[in-house]
């Protein structure tokens, strides 16, 4: 079966995308299923696919180290940003829709402009893959998780603020700003929470039995959700910490979680190449999405750089455009 990686709705929770191993994305009906478009263009395998705000755009980050963005309507490519040297992990639109953010094997992170595909800033100093990167609240900060067992909140202003912790590589990290939290993800089995302005762990979550792969904020901020190579997603309660739910449908390991705008559902994206829509009240399976129509493709893995020893040396480079 192919890996299906992420998972994400549309703000009005009407569809959901995925990306897999299979080089393919695909636009799916929350609501039935069905599949709507299948976006092909990749040459390895995509990491990662969101939809922009207005969802009248999807990005998708891929194997081949480019980044494309695509027409929600009609699938169609309207743009390829190049320049990574490694495989893109992860990427993002700002809330504005007009900059894209991304994160690559190449230890570095890239802003991006929709309209005119160039390479606006490069951020510098991770000492690893560079797992995710996401713009906070205001888009004038960045957030970052890599291999090097941090994850950094990057300001033009104030520099760099680090977050410190894990014992392994940090796979994802995502910020809350009605709760003002980070969460951070990692192969140490463990998923944390951090008061994003002082950089302080005030919980750690545990209860995974194999490496964390994503995790994700509701937008109220009350809850998280994790996503584990022991086959289940956790729902957490954020003000204590506590496990509420363990989704347990999955036959291999989770890689991508979602919640809906609403709130109302739970998504979950697994190796065993299905993706899980939830009813978030009960933790009861809506909807199983499964493709059963691959195309074919040559056979690519995950390559992971080795780890280097040197020591995280933040900085920005930066063009006349502001962040």
Known sequence: AELVWTVSFSQDGEFVVTASQDCSSKLWN??????????????????????????ALIVTASGDATTEIWRTR?????????????????????????????????????????????CMQRLLGHTHWVRSACFLSSDKQILTACGDKTAAVWDVMSGVRTFTGHFSTVTSACFSPTRGLVLTTSE????????A?????????????NV???????????HVLTASQDMTAKLWNTRTGVCVRTLETHAE????????YSGARLATAGDD????????????VLLAIRDRER???STNSLKISPRRSSKFAPRLELDPISI
């Open 295 to 297: 195309r074919s493709r």
């Open 74 to 118: 009609t699938g169609v490519c309207v743009r390829t940003f190049m320049g990574h040297t490694k495989p893109v992990e992860s990427a993002c639109f700002a809330s504005t829709g007009k900059r894209v953010l991304t994160a690559s094997g190449d230890e570095t992170v890239k802003i991006w402009c929709v309209r005119t595909g160039q």
């Open 273 to 284: 190449n299905i993706a899980i829509l939830w009813d978030m009240r009960h933790c009861s």
């Open 253 to 260: 390991g989770v890689a991508g979680v979602s919640f809906s």
């Open 188 to 195: 140490d089995c463990t998923a944390k929470l951090w008061i």
């Open 212 to 222: 964390l792969r994503s995790g994700c904020f509701s937008h109220d901020g009350d």
């Open 30 to 55: 929350a609501r039935n299923g069905g599949c709507v478009r299948t976006l092909i263009g990749h040459s390895k395998w995509v990491a990662s696919a969101r939809f922009a705000p207005d969802h």
């Open 197 to 209: 302005k002082a950089g302080e762990c005030v919980r750690t979550l545990e209860g995974h039995q």
